[in-house]
Every structure is written in C-alpha cells, then in structure tokens.
C-alpha cells in the first residue's frame, strides 16, 4: 500500500468519485476496519457488516452530507464513523438479541478477509521463517498463535520475559515484511474490483 | 502510555505487536486505532505483523492436522486385529468392482461392435429395412419388428459422405455412428438394439454432420410388435 496523507485534496477527490482515490479509500480502510474489528473479536459476518455499513455512511457524509470539518483527520473520522456503528450495533443486539432490524440494504460483498490473509505463499514463507527459529522460540509462537495460551502461563512454562513474545513477534514480522511477499495488492486488485460495484450503489442509493 | 502522533516512536516501541497480541489496554487500542487510521506507516506495519500471525497461525493448524492424520493412521495400523482380513476394504473392493464392469463393457462393446458390423445378419436375431430418403418417404415409413428379434437393420442410401453420423430413436436416446462404417460405400447399414423397447412406435431419425450443420438423412417408425 503506498504512503499516502488524508487531506483536502484527497478528500475532495473521493467526494468527487475518483476512481483511483476511491480505491486506495476502500483498500486503506477495509484493511484498517478489519484489524479494528478483528481486535474486538466479531465475528467476520458481523463484521463484514460494520465495515460495509461504516464506508458507506462515510461516503455519504462525503456526497450528500456536510463533509468533513477537518480532512487532515480523514482517518479519524472514518475511525470515529465505525465507533458509532458498533456501538449502535451493539445497542440494538441488546434490544433485540433474536431479531434484529433489517440489515443496510448494501448487498452482500463480504469478503473473508481473514481468509485473504492467508495464501499459500504467505504461508510457505512464515513456514521458513519459522523453521529458522530456535526449537524454543518456535514453541512460543505455535503456544501464542495456534494455542491461545495465556501470555503469563506461556511465560511460565517456557521461563521467558513478557516482553520477549513481542520481541519475537516483531523479528518474525520484519524478517516477513523483507521477503517481501505479495499479496497485498492481490487483496487490493479484489478490493479494486469489488469497489466499483459498491461505489455505484452507494451512490445510487 | 504517550504515542502523540510520531509513528517512530510507536514502531520502537513495538505498539503494532501488542495490537495484535491483545496487550494493550482498551484507551490506548483506541488511542493506537486513532493514530493508524490516519498513518499509512503505521498502518503498513501493523498489517505485517496481523498478517504473519495470522498465516503463523494457519501453518501451526496445518502441522497439528498433519501429525492428527499420521497419529490416526499410525494407530488404526496398531488396532489391527486377527479377523481384519474378514473386514470389508473399500479399494479393494472398488478396484475389482471396477476391472469387473471394464471387462463387461468391452464385452459388450465388442459384441455390439460385431453386430453391426456384420454385413449378412442373423437372420434369428435381426431384420433389415431399406429407409427411403426424406424426400421420398413421406412422414411414416413403418419399419415393423417382433419383440422377438433383438436387433432391426436400417439401411440408409447416401447422397454424400458426412463426417460423421448419429441417430435418436424415441425410448433408446442418441447415439453416434462410427464414420468409418460409411467410408466410400453409399449405403449406410445401422444396426439398432430393440430387445429393449417397449411394444409401439418408437421414431427413428439419422443424421450426418457436414463440418458445418447436422443433417437429417433419414427417418422412420420404428414399430415393435409384441406378438410378432
């Protein structure tokens, strides 16, 4: 994903309908919605949904609403735009925790990012980064990522300091980030194609 | 904890890999959140970190289902018991099963194939019929069979060589013609199975395939009479 600030420029060229800007919006913040939900732990249906409905409450604040007061903060907004969401979401779980009220009329593009995440070449390449671990560094990770181990339990059991699980996540990720594995404009060139439709209903609607 | 907006200092401070691994506390993901949402470096980063651990997590699922496999076969190997020879095995079974029904086939082929390819038929077991041309016909030429006979022979005059020929008869769906039947010879002599039909009229059509269109060469009734 390439080095881009929010500002004016931007977000006039969204309001616009650019569809190069309309791409990096989409791409840029599906991916921040998903690690955003993703830390909630929603599942991915109910989160498909939030993020659906967040990027198209913020394109119409774009085209038929007042806009943004300050573009600068675009991602802030998006942000703050996607707290409200959830929590109205939540809200009218707890009103009605069997039926709820008919779903945004958006139609269904979910895609499992989660599983767009994972591919065979990222997973051959993490498999290498892995197997190049020390024995007990490896047991670590399989304990925090496939167990879901407690962190003060793994600590325990493994004699490490807490701090030496992020460590290693951290290595493990530069040493991912150098292999340099694509995909990521692979979930872009979808999201690309998938935006399209979705920009036309959204500005239909 | 005190990010501002200075991504290097939330990089050194390896704030994305607590993202993912749940440890920070819900005001600073949101403080974290607030920050990404606007900083593509940051953003970037994060999603490394999401990204191996998620696939880390996929290759640890995939090595336990591996080793769950090899375990399962490994002692299903050990169970084994004296009277497992008497145990139904699926390969084995399918394997003879299936070299069974390949012999039955070429049989059967084999023998349709000689059928049909014998100029002077068996009297016994078939009956022949000249089908006149389409044009000449008219709608019913009768071709009629006894229920007896397994076979009708239907010869068909040719005006041209098609590249290759197939034919429908009500009740026996469509089959194809071996071409090389018909090779240089003007007649087309087809020998068709009707110890299955039920008793009535079954309409025959046969048609050749020019390199561009299907047409029709002939068409009968092909009438099985169940007392003949």
Redesign the interface.
């Known amino acids: ?6 500002d004016s420029e931007y977000v006039k060229r969204l309001t616009a309908g650019d569809p190069e800007t309309e791409a990096h919006f989409h791409t ?2 599906t ?2 919605l998903s ?2 939900l ?2 909630r732990r929603i599942d991915a249906d109910a989160a498909g949904d939030v993020r659906q409905e967040t990027l198209y409450r913020v394109l119409k604040v774009l085209r038929v609403g007042n806009g943004v007061a300050n573009p ?5 907004f ?2 703050s735009v996607c707290r409200n969401v959830l929590l109205e979401t939540g809200r009218k779980a707890a009103r009605s925790p069997d039926a709820g009220e008919d779903p945004p009329e958006i139609p269904d593009r979910t895609i499992d990012l ?1 599983r767009s ?3 065979s070449e ?2 051959r ?3 290498k980064i ?1 197997d190049e671990l020390p024995a007990k560094d490896r047991e670590i ?2 304990m ?3 167990e879901e181990a407690d ?1 003060d339990e793994i600590c325990r059991r493994l004699n490490v300091e807490p701090g030496h ?3 290693l ?2 290595r ?2 530069a040493r ?2 150098a292999a340099g ?1 694509r ?2 404009r692979i979930v872009s060139q979808i999201l690309m194609v998938l935006c399209n439709g979705f920009t036309t209903n959204v500005t239909t609607r | 904890m005190s990010m501002g907006l200075d991504h290097d200092a939330i990089i050194r401070s390896q704030t994305p890999e607590k993202y993912v691994l749940g440890e920070l506390l819900p005001h600073e993901r949101e403080e974290f959140e607030e920050h990404v949402a606007d900083c593509t470096i940051c953003m970037q980063d994060l999603a490394a970190a999401d990204m191996f651990a998620a696939n880390a997590s996929a290759v640890f699922a995939d090595e336990a289902a591996a080793l769950a496999n090899k375990s399962a076969k490994a002692a299903g190997e050990k169970s084994g018991s004296w009277f497992d020879f008497l145990r139904p095995r699926a390969f084995p079974v399918l394997a003879f099963s299936g070299v069974l029904n390949l012999a039955l086939l070429v049989f059967v082929g084999y023998g349709v194939t000689r059928m049909a390819t014998v100029p002077e038929l068996r009297p016994e077991v078939a009956e022949a019929f000249t089908v006149r041309p389409p044009a000449r016909s008219g709608p019913g030429q009768v071709c009629a069979v006894g229920r007896s006979r397994s076979f009708a022979t239907l010869q068909f005059d040719l005006s041209r060589p098609y590249q290759r020929y197939s034919y429908s008869l009500d009740g026996a769906g469509q089959s194809p013609v071996n071409a090389a039947r018909a090779s240089g010879s003007e007649t087309l002599n087809l020998t068709v199975l009707v110890s299955g039909l039920k008793p009535g009229d079954h309409k025959f059509e046969l048609s050749g395939w020019d390199g561009q269109r299907n047409v029709e060469i002939g068409e009968c009734i092909l009438r099985v009479e169940p007392g003949k």
């Not at chain 1, 600068?72 to 802030?76: S, Y």
Request: charged letters at 25%.
């Open positions: 994903m390439e080095f881009r600030t929010f840029y913040f991916q921040f690690l955003k993703r830390s600068e903060r675009f991602g802030a998006v942000n989660e995440l994972i591919t990222r997973k390449v993490v498999a892995l990770l399989r925090v990522f496939f962190r699980l992020r460590v996540l951290h493990a990720k991912f980030q594995v995909g990521g």
